[in-house]
């Protein structure tokens, strides 16, 4: 499927060996990701970093022929919700996989990186110019940036228009998109007509007060969800990515970097089991739905210009599970049922503004049971409730709220595909999708 896409380049959270296997002598491009967790253990031990960059990396680039091009160190590390936890190993971790992969022969093959979210940097005049890392962390950043210039390694920032339009109610609309009609920023003549362009110069001034003007920058993350929020939608997220790929494209870059943009787009599949603390919306960022069918048209390049859909992908039956049609809304087992339900199954598409938005209670609660339902292999047990579902056969999708059915689960080797996805397979998967490098 990433073939018939055309994606070249690919980026993964972790280093699951089987993702990494099944890339092999595909000739697409990998960025391998360590995660948080365990930085403390890079940081503190040579030994284990060299270990895991012989297991990891030279393993795949040897034996499984995998192209691995880029070390992840962490994703977003230094994020603010983190509250400081990964501030003093960040770095630490960072040099000692750099050694290794300089140890192993691999320093001008493999690169590293820390994927940063953009809170990293501040702008206290709130225009690009006056762009500075945070204060509060400074100190951390240098030493960081330091190491990958030193090395010839990218800076890689993340960057989501819709993240400011979800926590910014006053937040202009069009200025989140590339074809907007927002009134225009002004930075010292330089017109800035929406806000990724501002966002990413003000890193570009950010590097440049400290001394690092010309350190490459990737887009280690950009997208736009599909549901969860008023605002994630499939109009939404359709205009942007392509306004995304348009750029991508004409090799159009930002007024401080004009030339061509490196950047993933996240993400490949929706993800059903991702914490939803942010928001809703995490679990729907994906350009294909979990079954590996195209949410809209998009063109990433490809050959055919569109979507290239997952082919032979098995389904359960037919069958639904629903709230009973005798069943009372008021029943005092219904509300701990319904909880267990979305606790266990997936109720982000329900709320306001969402794809699910318009059912009334009794559909709300059915959708909740199904969903459970599904993601349970459609087990008659997982449609008990205390006696309030039932199954049928018949549809009750309505609209756009559509009542899923799972995939058929697939036991192969060390691999198991359910509902979670054809995620066991591509969890963490970004599309890479630039002219660059």
């Keep these: 499927m990433l073939r018939e896409n055309g994606i070249q380049k690919v980026k993964l959270f972790d280093a699951d060996y089987d993702t990494l296997k099944a890339l092999g002598k595909s000739g697409i491009q990998v960025m391998v990701g360590i995660p948080n967790d365990m930085l403390s253990t890079f940081a503190s031990s040579s030994k284990a970093a060299d270990k895991w960059v012989s297991q990891n990396v030279s393993h795949h680039l040897t034996t499984n022929n995998v192209l691995i091009r880029?070390?992840?160190?962490?994703?977003?590390?230094?994020?603010?919700?983190?509250?400081?936890?990964?501030?003093r190993t960040t770095y630490p971790a960072l040099k000692n996989i750099q050694?290794?992969?300089?140890?192993?022969?691999?320093?001008?093959?493999?690169?590293?990186?820390?994927?940063?979210?953009?809170?990293?940097?501040?702008?206290?005049?709130?225009?690009?110019?006056?762009?500075?890392?945070?204060?509060?962390?400074?100190d951390y950043m240098i030493p960081i940036v330091k190491l990958l210039s030193d090395n010839e390694a990218p800076f890689t920032i993340n960057i989501y228009p819709f993240i400011s339009l979800y926590i910014d109610p006053n937040f202009p609309v069009e200025y989140a998109f590339f074809d907007g009609g927002a009134t225009p920023l002004n930075d010292g003549g330089t017109s800035y007509y929406n806000m990724f362009d501002a966002n990413h110069d003000t890193l570009v001034w950010a590097l440049q007060k400290n001394g690092f003007a010309n350190l490459p920058i990737v887009i280690g993350e950009i997208g736009w969800p599909t549901d969860g929020d008023r605002n994630a939608n499939v109009d939404y997220a359709q205009r942007f990515n392509q306004g995304v790929m348009a750029r991508i494209t004409a090799g159009r870059g930002t007024p401080m970097r004009p030339g061509p943009i490196d950047a993933y787009l996240f993400s490949l599949i929706d993800e059903d089991d991702k914490s939803i603390q942010p928001g809703n919306f995490e679990r729907h960022w994906g350009v294909?739905?979990?079954?590996?069918?195209?949410?809209?048209?998009?063109?990433?390049?490809?050959?055919?210009?569109?979507?290239?859909?997952?082919?032979?992908?098995?389904?359960?039956?037919?069958?639904?599970?629903?709230?009973?049609?005798?069943?009372?809304?008021?029943?005092?087992?219904?509300?701990?049922?319904?909880?267990?339900?979305?606790?266990?199954?997936?109720?982000?598409?329900?709320?306001?503004?969402?794809?699910?938005?318009?059912?009334?209670?009794?559909?709300?609660?059915?959708?909740?049971?199904?969903?459970?339902?599904?993601?349970?292999?459609?087990?008659?047990e997982a449609c008990k409730f205390d006696g309030l579902g039932t199954i049928t056969r018949a549809d009750p999708t309505v609209g756009s709220c559509v009542f899923e059915i799972a995939i058929k689960p697939y036991y192969g080797g060390a691999l198991r595909v359910s509902i979670s996805g054809l995620k066991t397979l591509v969890l963490g998967l970004c599309m890479f999708l630039l002219t660059g490098l």
């Design 288 to 380: 294909f739905r979990f079954d590996g069918q195209p949410k809209y048209s998009l063109n990433l390049g490809g050959p055919t210009g569109a979507l290239v859909p997952a082919k032979n992908v098995s389904y359960l039956e037919k069958k639904w599970c629903i709230m009973k049609p005798n069943a009372r809304v008021d029943d005092t087992q219904l509300a701990a049922s319904v909880s267990y339900a979305c606790g266990r199954g997936d109720c982000t598409c329900l709320g306001y503004g969402t794809s699910c938005g318009g059912l009334d209670a009794r559909g709300n609660i059915s959708y909740a049971f199904n969903s459970y339902y599904q993601k349970n292999n459609q087990l008659d």
């Design 99 to 138: 050694d290794a992969l300089t140890k192993a022969g691999l320093r001008n093959q493999v690169k590293v990186t820390v994927p940063l979210n953009a809170d990293v940097y501040e702008s206290a005049s709130t225009l690009p110019s006056g762009g500075d890392f945070r204060a509060d962390i400074h």
């Design 70 to 87: 880029y070390v992840a160190v962490g994703n977003e590390p230094f994020l603010a919700t983190y509250n400081g936890t990964f501030l």
